[in-house]
Each structure stands twice: as C-alpha cells, then as structure tokens.
C-alpha cells in the first residue's frame, strides 16, 4: 500500500482533468483493505484507470487506486476456462492475454480503456458483446461491513451499463476481481453493424479469433477518438431507452434515426445520432468539445477543465430534451464535491 498526500489525478483520467486528491492510497494486496480507513462517498473516490470518470472538483478526502493484480486460471475443461482476474489488469491486455491462449467470449471487447475491476461496473460493451455474456462473479470488499463479499453474476444485477454497483448500492463496494468463463471454441459474433464488413476488409475470409480481435482494434480506432491523444471518458451518453409511443412520433418525424428494440424495456435509440441532428457535432465551449470524430463522445481540447466538461455536458441534454424530448444521461462517474453548510 501506497500513501502520498495532495496529489495530482490529471494523469489518472482519460479525460486529462487537472484535479487533486486530498490523500491518494493506492491498494496493491486484498490485505491492504483491512487497514484503511474507510470511505465517505461525499469526500472519497475508488479510482480505476480513470476512463470513465470525469471530475468536476477535486477530490477533497481519499482517493482509492486499485492496482490488484493477478491473471490466474482457476477451473478448466475441454470446453471452457474459468479466470480469476485481478481489479487492476488493464482490461485490453486481459483481452490480448485471452486471444493469445484461444480463450474466447471477450475479443469484441478489445481496446476499451480501463481496468478489469471496473468491467462489471457498467457492464461494459461494444460490437454485440456485454461482460454480462462471460461474467461469472465478482470478488469486493464491502465498505459497510469491512470484509470482502463474493457476488453471483445474479447478485451484481447487470444491464445496459449499469450494474448493482453503479445503480441499487454505488458507494457499498470495491471490486478486488472478476472471474469470467471464456470459451476454448470459437464462433465469431459479427452481427453489429460494420463488424463483418471490417473483418472481410482487415482479413479477407478470415473469421478467427485472432483475425474478429484485431477487426475490432481497427473499427474502434477509426470511429472513436484515442484518449492517448485527446483527453475523453469514451460515451460520454448513455443511449436512451425511449416508450413505444415516444419512439412512434420520433420515427414519424425523424426515420433515419438509428434504433434497437430493447425487449419490454422500450426502444433504445442512438444518442450519437439526437447529438449530431442539434447541430452539436464538433461544438466547443471553454476548451470542452463534443467530438467532431462521434457526437457521443466528450473530448477535452487541451487544458479545459472538470466543470467546462459538465457544462457541456448539460448544455448537450438541454438541446437534445428541447429537440426530441429525450433526456440524454452520462455514462461515466462524476465526482463533484458539494461544501455542506
Ligand atoms: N452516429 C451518428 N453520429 C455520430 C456517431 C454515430 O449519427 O457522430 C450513429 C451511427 O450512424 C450509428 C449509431 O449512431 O447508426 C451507433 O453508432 P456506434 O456504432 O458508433 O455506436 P454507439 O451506439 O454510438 C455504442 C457504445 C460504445 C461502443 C459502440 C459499438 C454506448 C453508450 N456506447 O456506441 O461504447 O463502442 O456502441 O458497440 O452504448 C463506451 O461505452 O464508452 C463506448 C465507446
């Protein structure tokens, strides 16, 4: 265990927001969490790789970095692996880890920033694939009762991005590790729009793991805007569930709006697309930009600050709910310390 106090987070987050933490701890054993001292949800923050954060103040109290590490194999049988991971690993390189092995269920999710512990957090996603599909049960320590908890998949109440840890009990738990199921045979999941035309660009009649694993790579690098080069949190919108009835007068109006039928929850239409048709697609404000790469992402220009980001952030729901009369809601988690009295 690491503790350094008044410390810079501006390298800590994708979005690059200078912002500081009272006291940084950084967890490195599961036994470090039986001496620390606890957490206040107003004050303190449990930090990850920062790619879905966005700080709007400093952190005034402890920010928590989670470096547990560890890939182990726990279980296997002809068909299947079961892996323990550590909170800490960085999700891509667990995906790579697993491609490398021709362990499969994950290569759709290839190149999402962050770390492992923070995949069930919002159920991470991408080209069709939930974590939801392999995720077995989470290791977490509960701030409640001082001890760690193991959590079903069931238990962890996973949808889309979101999870018991961000919706039912947000500031209850942090996440030591994962263990997921993979598969030991492959069938490729090309379904989502683009993906199978990728693949049969980047590897003509290729359909391995190896070859859906690197198409990946290469449509995420061309649609969304690398945080290593311009500071973002990825969506910075979720996209929003809309009633049957909403969804009839939009397409009505609007037939080209993208959309996905979400079961009984209702139509999820795309938010890229509400962002883009308010003429938002490029728009800056104090150094905060919404992306002129994909309308859903945020992107910090420079040296902008936490509160410039939110301002857009809200400028961006107020048109899309003046528009469409949808009401766009953040993806990532946003800390803003509010001086009581
Ligand atoms: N679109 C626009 N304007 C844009 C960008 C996209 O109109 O600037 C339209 C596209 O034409 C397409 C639709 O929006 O019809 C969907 O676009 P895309 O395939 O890029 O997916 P998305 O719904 O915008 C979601 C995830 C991404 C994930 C992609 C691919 C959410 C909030 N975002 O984006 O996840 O990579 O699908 O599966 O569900 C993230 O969570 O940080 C993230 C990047």
Redesign the pocket.
Known sequence: MKVAENQPLDRLNTFGISARAGILITIETEEDLLSVPGFDPARDFVLGGGSNVLFVTDVPGIVYLNRLSGIEIRRENPDEVLLEVGAGESWHELVAWSVARGFSGIENLALIPGLAGAAPLQNI????VELASVLDSVTAWDWHTATWVVLSKQECLLGY?DSLFKAAQPDRYLITSTRLILKKHFTAQVA???LAAELEKSSPGGTSLADVFAAVIRL?RK??PDPAVIGNA??F???PLVPATLYQQLSDRFPAL?SWDAGGAGIKV????LI?HCDL?GFEMNGAAVSGQ???VLVNQGQCSGLAVWELAQLVQARVWDTFGVRLEP?PKIFRFAEVG
């Not at 996603?125 to 069709?128: F, N, R, S, T």
């Not at 795309?270 to 697309?273: G, L, M, Q, T, Y």
Request: no cysteine; glycine share 14%; proline share 4%.
């Open positions: 996603g991408a080209y069709g991005r989502y729009s683009g995420r649609k969304l990825g969506s919108f979720k996209n993208p795309s938010a890229a697309w883009e697609k994909h309308a859903l993806e």
